[in-house]
């Protein structure tokens, strides 16, 4: 019996060596391509503070926020492999606010809600039950592009264990959209100003003025800027995106694998650096901080 158990002690190395192939027998690990999505756990969102007092709730977002994203990586040297990401997610929020009149009525400061129907020292605030009530939403979307640079340490032959960096150019935008009641097509191509024709626009003004002060009226009259507050705004903002990680892949099959990476995410957007509707430069802009802990899977085919 014992010289019995000796035997299967000795047997067990050769049956793993040649059923599984577990140990490494080279340094070449090939290459591979797949879907690979991000989930990054953000310290904050950029304006998550001014969109709290637009009336929105910013613990809606996401979290951790989800990219989307594809990853192919290659053997260049050695135990030294190349790869490249590109992604991009986003989430919504939004709100329907109730709406009060009020009139001020006292000497205080700001809005004073009655506390019951016999409060006289309350502003005066009157219900809207209108169906026409404000809407406000935001969102926040993130797209990034980036280069990978590992270095790979064989664990069996089927499973590895690397750390590497990812380098890459990340873009955020903040969408924020206020309206009333129902959107209409066509009045979404009216121009604000006045009525077009030919080329130009004609500024309708005051009827009631009388003829004898028209031209001095055109004389002082100025158009507002408007700069999509109050409408459509999006903001955003480009930044250099830096991310150390370590990742751990297994060759479930022939040509089918998993990946694993958990890394630290992170990216600044310089103050002044954020953009109006892709155009206008905001010059006092506050510096924004993308960072947090981001895990990478990928199911990918290859070796």
């Known amino acids: ?112 809600v009655p506390t019951s129907i016999l409060d006289n020292q309350s502003d005066k605030v009157v219900v809207y039950d209108g169906s026409f009530r404000p809407t406000v939403s935001a969102k926040f979307s993130f797209t990034l592009g980036a280069v990978l640079l590992e270095y790979v340490v064989p664990v069996f032959r089927d499973l590895e264990i690397s750390s590497g960096v990812m380098l890459g150019i990340g873009r955020v935008n903040v969408s924020i959209d206020q309206y009333t009641g129902e959107a209409q097509w066509n009045n979404l191509f009216t121009n604000t100003y006045g009525t077009v024709q030919n080329g130009s626009v004609y500024y309708e003004i005051d009827s009631s003025i009388p003829d004898t002060l028209v031209r001095d009226y055109i004389d002082t009259l100025q158009l507002a800027p408007i700069n999509g507050f109050g409408g459509m705004s999006d903001l955003s903002g480009t930044f250099f995106n830096f991310q150390p990680y370590i990742a751990i892949k297994w060759q479930i099959m022939d040509r089918v694998g998993l990946r694993m990476s958990l890394g630290f995410n992170q990216g600044t957007i310089g103050a002044g650096e954020w953009k109006l509707n892709g155009r206008n430069q905001i010059a006092d802009s506050p510096k924004a901080t993308l960072q947090g802990l981001a895990i990478r899977t990928m199911f990918y085919f290859g070796l």
């Open 1 to 112: 019996m014992r010289k019995k158990n000796i035997l299967i002690i000795q047997l067990i190395p050769l049956l793993l060596f040649a059923q599984s192939g577990l140990y490494p027998i080279q340094d070449y690990y090939g290459g591979g391509i797949g879907y690979s999505p991000t989930y990054i756990s953000l310290d904050s969102i950029p304006g998550s503070s001014l969109m709290t007092q637009m009336g929105l709730n910013t613990n809606n977002f996401d979290s951790p926020f989800i990219i989307h994203g594809g990853e192919g990586f290659t053997q260049i040297a050695g135990r030294w492999r190349l790869g490249g990401y590109a992604g991009i997610g986003s989430s919504s929020i939004s709100n329907i606010m109730d709406v009060y009149f009020y009139q001020e009525t006292n000497d205080s400061a700001g809005i004073q």
